[in-house]
C-alpha cells in the first residue's frame, strides 16, 4: 500500500476484501470533516458537516446514538478545558494529515509476528469461507495466514486505535477465553481504558441506557482479541456495535468470521505469545498515543499563553 | 379560620413525608437496577424531613432546635396511634439516610468517562473482587507451607452478606464461583498479604459443641453428698435430689413411691438407673414431680434420677448410661389433629355413597 489518502488513516488499498463487510465509504474528501462522523462526538458543528458528505445512507439512517433523542439530562459534553475553537481544529486535524502521526510501523516487525506464532491457523477442515483471501497457504492441512496482509491490517488498526485515544475515545477490550482474561483485563486497566472478559449481557450496548442509567456514554471502540465465544460462534458485541454504529477492531483467526469487524487483523487468537504480543502491542500504541495528546495540548498551553501576554 | 388552615397544612405535609417514608423498609441492596434515587431527591427528602421536623416540634410545644430522634417517635406514636402488631408496618419518620438504602452514585465523570475500569461489564464490584482474587492466584509463587487457618471454626460470606458488601446484585452462580475461586486460594500455601485478604470474606462460627458439664457433688448439714437432676417426659417436669449412703428408700412430692406409684411398670422405670448402675440400695432419692399422667411422670421422675447419678459416677460409666437411653430426653409427644381427618392419623370413615 503505497497511497495514503488524507483520511481515517489511510485506505483499504489493494487488499481483497471480502464481500458484505459493513465499512465506512471508502473514498472521501481530504478536509478533516470527512472522519466518520462518530470520532466528533464532541463537534456537533462539524458532524453536520460530515453527514452532508457523501456517507452511505444506511450509516446516516442507523444512527440514532449521535443525534440521540434518548432523553440524557446533561447537554453535549463540552471538549475539557476552554479552548478557543481556533485550536481545537488544529489538535484535532493535525494529526489527520499524516499518514502514520504516531508511528505505529515501529512498534512491529515480520519477525516478531512470525515468532510470535501469529502466522498458525487452525485446520483447514475449521477453515472460514470468508477467511480465505487472508489466508497464504495449508500445510499438512494446517492453515497459514498471510503475514504481509496481517501487517498491513495490524498497521491500519493500530494507527486507527491511537487516533481514536488521542480524541479522548472510549475503547473496550472483548475476550471470551478465561486462558486470557486475566491478561486482557490487566492491559485494558495499564492503558487506563475499559475491559468486558466476562458474559455478556444481551442489551450492554443496546439497551445500555436501561441497564445503566440515562447519560451513559458508549464505547467508541471495541477491540475483540477473540472474536468467538465460548460455544465457537461469532461474539454477540461484533453485531451489536454494527448496530450502534461503533467501529470494531479485531484479532479474526482462520475459523471466525470477519464481517462484520471494521479493521480485521488476520491472525492467531489462540497461542499465549500471540496474544501477549497483541496486548503489548495495543496498550504501547494506547498510551503513546494519550502522551502526544497531553504533550500537545501543554504545547498549545504554552503557546497561547505567550501569545496573551 | 387562619391559624386552623395553617396547621391543617403542617399535618398535611407532615403525613406527606410520614406515608412517604414508610413505603421503602426493604432488605437493603443498594442499586438493584439503575439509579432508582438520584441525590437531588435525596436532598430533597432531606430538606423536607428538617422542616416536618420543625412543624412537629411547634404541634407538640417544644423547643424545634433540641428536638431528637426520641422526640420525634413519641410525638409520631402519640399522634398517630397504631395498634398493628408488626413494629415496622406503624407510621414512622426517620431521616432519609436511614430510610433510603444506601446507593451507588452516578458511575461517570463529566466527560462520560466511566470511573471503574471493569463498567461496561454491569456487575464492576463482583468482576473486580473476581479480577484481585485472580490476581492472587496466578501472583502465588510461595514456597512456605503456612496453612494454619482454622477452617473449621469459620465459614465463609453468604450470598445476602457478599451482596451487602458489593452493593449489587450477585447471582447463584456468580456466588458458587466465586467461593470456588476463594477456595482454590486457600488451599495454595498462603503469605500473609493473602490471609488477610481471605479473612475479609470469612467468618467466625462459634463452637457449637459445648461439652456438657456434670456438677461436682455437694454436701449438706449432715455431711451427706448428694446431687440433683432435673428432667421432663411429655408434659411432665420432676426434680430429683439423690443421697449417697442411703437405704434405698425414694420419696415422691412428700409420698412413697408404693403408695404413690401403686403399678409395678412405673416403680421398675424408676428403678432402673440404679440397677444399671448396681446401686440399689445405696441411694436414698426425694423427687417433686408435676403435669403428666403416670407413666410420664415416671419417666421424667428417671431421667432426672440419672442425671443427679451422674456426678456419683466414672466417665466410662456416664458413657455407658448415654448409650443406654438414660441421659436423653424422650422427644414424643402427643401428635396433634389435623383438619378433615378424626384424629393425628385416623381419617374420616370412607364411605361409598
Same mark, same amino acid.
Given at each position: 500500500?503505497?497511497?495514503?489518502?488524507? @483520511?481515517?488513516?489511510?485506505? #483499504?488499498?489493494? @487488499?481483497?476484501?471480502? %464481500?458484505?463487510?459493513?465499512?465506512?465509504?471508502?473514498?472521501?474528501?481530504?478536509?478533516?470533516?470527512?472522519?466518520?462522523?462518530?470520532?466528533?462526538?464532541?463537534?456537533?458543528?462539524?458532524?453536520?458537516?460530515?453527514?452532508?458528505?457523501?456517507?452511505?445512507?444506511?450509516? #446516516?439512517?442507523?444512527?440514532?446514538?449521535?443525534?440521540?433523542?434518548?432523553?440524557?439530562?446533561?447537554?453535549?459534553?463540552?471538549?475539557?478545558?476552554?479552548?478557543?475553537?481556533?485550536?481545537?481544529?488544529?489538535?484535532?486535524?493535525?494529526?489527520?494529515?499524516?499518514?502514520?502521526?504516531?508511528?505505529?510501523?515501529?512498534?512491529?516487525?515480520?519477525?516478531?509476528?512470525?515468532?510470535?506464532?501469529?502466522?498458525?491457523?487452525?485446520?483447514?477442515?475449521? #477453515?472460514?469461507?470468508?477467511?480465505?483471501?487472508?489466508?497464504?497457504?495449508?500445510?499438512?492441512?494446517?492453515?497459514?495466514?498471510?503475514?504481509?496482509?496481517?501487517?498491513?491490517?495490524?498497521?491500519?488498526?493500530?494507527?486507527?486505535?491511537?487516533?481514536?485515544?488521542?480524541?479522548?475515545?472510549?475503547?473496550?477490550?472483548?475476550?471470551?477465553?478465561?486462558?486470557?482474561?486475566?491478561?486482557?483485563?490487566?492491559?485494558?486497566?495499564?492503558?487506563?481504558?475499559?475491559?468486558?472478559?466476562?458474559?455478556?449481557?444481551?442489551?450492554?450496548?443496546?439497551?445500555?441506557?436501561?441497564?445503566?442509567?440515562?447519560?451513559?456514554?458508549?464505547?467508541?471502540?471495541?477491540?475483540?482479541?477473540?472474536?468467538?465465544?465460548?460455544?465457537?460462534?461469532?461474539?454477540?458485541?461484533?453485531?451489536?456495535?454494527?448496530?450502534?454504529?461503533?467501529? @470494531?477492531?479485531?484479532?479474526?483467526?482462520?475459523?471466525?468470521?470477519?464481517?462484520?469487524?471494521?479493521? %480485521?487483523? %488476520?491472525?492467531?487468537?489462540?497461542?499465549?505469545?500471540?496474544?501477549?504480543?497483541?496486548?503489548?502491542?495495543?496498550?504501547?500504541?494506547?498510551? #503513546?498515543?494519550?502522551?502526544?495528546?497531553?504533550?500537545?495540548?501543554?504545547?498549545?498551553?504554552?503557546?497561547?499563553?505567550?501569545?496573551?501576554? | 379560620?387562619?391559624?386552623?388552615?395553617?396547621?391543617?397544612?403542617?399535618?398535611?405535609?407532615?403525613?406527606?413525608?410520614?406515608?412517604?417514608?414508610?413505603?421503602?423498609?426493604?432488605?437493603?441492596?443498594?442499586?438493584?437496577?439503575?439509579?432508582?434515587?438520584?441525590?437531588?431527591?435525596?436532598?430533597?427528602?432531606? &430538606?423536607?424531613?428538617?422542616?416536618?421536623?420543625?412543624?412537629?416540634?411547634?404541634?407538640?410545644? !417544644?423547643? =424545634?432546635?433540641?428536638?431528637?430522634?426520641?422526640?420525634?417517635?413519641?410525638?409520631?406514636?402519640?399522634?398517630?396511634?397504631?395498634?398493628?402488631?408488626?413494629?415496622?408496618?406503624?407510621?414512622?419518620?426517620?431521616? =432519609?439516610?436511614?430510610?433510603?438504602?444506601? +446507593?451507588?452514585?452516578? +458511575?461517570?465523570?463529566?466527560?462520560?468517562?466511566?470511573?471503574?475500569?471493569?463498567?461496561?461489564?454491569?456487575?464492576?464490584?463482583?468482576?473486580?473482587?473476581?479480577?484481585?482474587?485472580?490476581?492472587?492466584?496466578?501472583?502465588?509463587?510461595?514456597?512456605?507451607?503456612?496453612?494454619?487457618?482454622?477452617?473449621?471454626?469459620?465459614?465463609?460470606?453468604?450470598?445476602?452478606?457478599?451482596?451487602?458488601?458489593?452493593?449489587?446484585?450477585?447471582?447463584?452462580?456468580?456466588?458458587?464461583?466465586?467461593?470456588?475461586?476463594?477456595?482454590?486460594?486457600?488451599?495454595?500455601?498462603?503469605?500473609?498479604?493473602?490471609?488477610?485478604?481471605?479473612?475479609?470474606?470469612?467468618?467466625?462460627?462459634?463452637?457449637?459443641?459445648?461439652?456438657?458439664?456434670? &456438677?461436682?457433688?455437694?454436701?449438706?448439714?449432715?455431711?451427706?453428698?448428694?446431687?440433683?437432676?432435673?428432667?421432663?417426659?411429655?408434659?411432665?417436669?420432676?426434680?430429683?435430689?439423690?443421697?449417697?449412703?442411703?437405704?434405698?428408700?425414694?420419696?415422691?412430692?412428700?409420698?412413697?413411691?408404693?403408695?404413690?406409684?401403686?403399678?409395678?411398670?412405673?416403680?421398675?422405670?424408676?428403678?432402673?438407673?440404679?440397677?444399671?448402675?448396681?446401686?440399689?440400695?445405696?441411694?436414698?432419692?426425694?423427687?417433686?414431680?408435676?403435669?403428666?399422667?403416670?407413666?410420664?411422670?415416671?419417666?421424667?421422675?428417671?431421667?432426672?434420677?440419672?442425671?443427679?447419678?451422674?456426678?456419683?459416677?466414672? !466417665?466410662?460409666?456416664?458413657?455407658?448410661?448415654?448409650?443406654?437411653?438414660?441421659?436423653?430426653?424422650?422427644?414424643?409427644?402427643?401428635?396433634?389433629?389435623?383438619?378433615?381427618?378424626?384424629?393425628?392419623?385416623?381419617?374420616?370413615?370412607?364411605?361409598?355413597?
Amino acid at each position: 500500500m503505497e497511497r495514503y489518502p488524507a @483520511t481515517k488513516g489511510g485506505g #483499504r488499498g489493494a @487488499t481483497a476484501t471480502a %464481500p458484505g463487510r459493513a465499512r465506512p465509504a471508502p473514498q472521501e474528501a481530504e478536509s478533516a470533516a470527512d472522519l466518520p462522523p462518530l470520532l466528533l462526538l464532541h463537534r456537533p458543528r462539524a458532524l453536520r458537516r460530515a453527514r452532508s458528505m457523501a456517507l452511505p445512507r444506511l450509516l #446516516r439512517a442507523a444512527a440514532p446514538r449521535l443525534y440521540s433523542t434518548v432523553p440524557a439530562p446533561a447537554p453535549a459534553p463540552a471538549p475539557a478545558g476552554n479552548r478557543p475553537r481556533a485550536d481545537d481544529d488544529k489538535l484535532l486535524t493535525e494529526p489527520l494529515s499524516h499518514p502514520d502521526f504516531f508511528s505505529v510501523k515501529e512498534l512491529f516487525t515480520l519477525k516478531d509476528l512470525f515468532d510470535a506464532r501469529v502466522h498458525l491457523g487452525h485446520k483447514k477442515g475449521c #477453515r472460514h469461507r470468508f477467511m480465505e483471501p487472508y489466508i497464504f497457504g495449508c500445510r499438512l492441512d494446517q492453515d497459514i495466514i498471510d503475514l504481509d496482509q496481517t501487517m498491513q491490517h495490524l498497521q491500519l488498526a493500530l494507527n486507527f486505535t491511537a487516533h481514536v485515544a488521542y480524541r479522548g475515545g472510549i475503547i473496550l477490550f472483548v475476550s471470551r477465553r478465561r486462558q486470557f482474561c486475566h491478561l486482557v483485563e490487566s492491559t485494558a486497566r495499564a492503558c487506563g481504558e475499559y475491559a468486558h472478559t466476562r458474559y455478556w449481557q444481551g442489551g450492554l450496548l443496546t439497551n445500555a441506557h436501561i441497564q445503566f442509567g440515562p447519560g451513559v456514554r458508549l464505547p467508541d471502540l471495541l477491540i475483540f482479541l477473540n472474536t468467538l465465544n465460548n460455544v465457537f460462534e461469532p461474539h454477540v458485541a461484533i453485531r451489536d456495535a454494527a448496530k450502534m454504529n461503533i467501529p @470494531t477492531v479485531g484479532v479474526v483467526d482462520t475459523n471466525c468470521n470477519p464481517c462484520l469487524i471494521t479493521y %480485521p487483523i %488476520p491472525g492467531n487468537d489462540d497461542s499465549p505469545a500471540a496474544v501477549e504480543l497483541y496486548c503489548k502491542l495495543f496498550r504501547m500504541t494506547i498510551i #503513546r498515543a494519550k502522551d502526544k495528546r497531553r504533550q500537545s495540548e501543554a504545547v498549545e498551553e504554552l503557546q497561547r499563553k505567550a501569545q496573551g501576554k | 379560620g387562619n391559624h386552623r388552615s395553617l396547621a391543617c397544612g403542617k399535618c398535611v405535609h407532615l403525613k406527606l413525608l410520614i406515608c412517604t417514608t414508610t413505603a421503602v423498609q426493604k432488605r437493603n441492596v443498594g442499586a438493584s437496577g439503575p439509579e432508582k434515587y438520584t441525590e437531588a431527591f435525596i436532598k430533597k427528602q432531606i &430538606e423536607e424531613f428538617n422542616l416536618g421536623k420543625r412543624h412537629l416540634a411547634n404541634m407538640m410545644g !417544644e423547643d =424545634p432546635e433540641t428536638f431528637t430522634q426520641e422526640d420525634i417517635d413519641r410525638a409520631i406514636a402519640y399522634l398517630f396511634p397504631s395498634g398493628l402488631f408488626d413494629k415496622r408496618a406503624r407510621p414512622l419518620m426517620k431521616h =432519609p439516610t436511614e430510610v433510603f438504602p444506601e +446507593q451507588r452514585k452516578i +458511575q461517570w465523570g463529566e466527560d462520560g468517562r466511566p470511573f471503574h475500569f471493569l463498567f461496561y461489564t454491569g456487575k464492576q464490584s463482583y468482576y473486580s473482587l473476581m479480577h484481585v482474587s485472580m490476581l492472587f492466584v496466578i501472583n502465588n509463587k510461595n514456597i512456605c507451607d503456612i496453612l494454619n487457618r482454622n477452617l473449621a471454626g469459620s465459614r465463609w460470606l453468604t450470598k445476602i452478606e457478599l451482596e451487602e458488601m458489593l452493593l449489587e446484585k450477585v447471582s447463584d452462580n456468580d456466588y458458587s464461583r466465586f467461593i470456588q475461586l476463594l477456595q482454590k486460594l486457600a488451599t495454595l500455601p498462603c503469605a500473609d498479604i493473602e490471609e488477610k485478604y481471605i479473612q475479609k470474606f470469612s467468618k467466625e462460627v462459634p463452637a457449637q459443641l459445648q461439652k456438657v458439664v456434670i &456438677e461436682p457433688l455437694q454436701h449438706d448439714e449432715r455431711g451427706v453428698a448428694f446431687s440433683t437432676g432435673e428432667g421432663k417426659r411429655k408434659t411432665a417436669r420432676a426434680t430429683a435430689v439423690v443421697y449417697d449412703n442411703g437405704t434405698g428408700r425414694i420419696t415422691v412430692n412428700g409420698i412413697d413411691i408404693l403408695h404413690y406409684f401403686p403399678v409395678l411398670q412405673d416403680r421398675e422405670q424408676l428403678l432402673f438407673p440404679f440397677q444399671f448402675l448396681g446401686r440399689i440400695g445405696k441411694h436414698d432419692m426425694v423427687c417433686t414431680v408435676s403435669g403428666g399422667g403416670r407413666s410420664a411422670q415416671a419417666g421424667a421422675i428417671r431421667l432426672a434420677s440419672a442425671k443427679a447419678l451422674r456426678s456419683f459416677v466414672t !466417665e466410662k460409666e456416664v458413657e455407658f448410661m448415654r448409650q443406654a437411653g438414660l441421659l436423653t430426653v424422650d422427644p414424643r409427644v402427643k401428635e396433634r389433629k389435623k383438619p378433615g381427618q378424626e384424629g393425628p392419623r385416623r381419617k374420616f370413615t370412607w364411605k361409598k355413597r
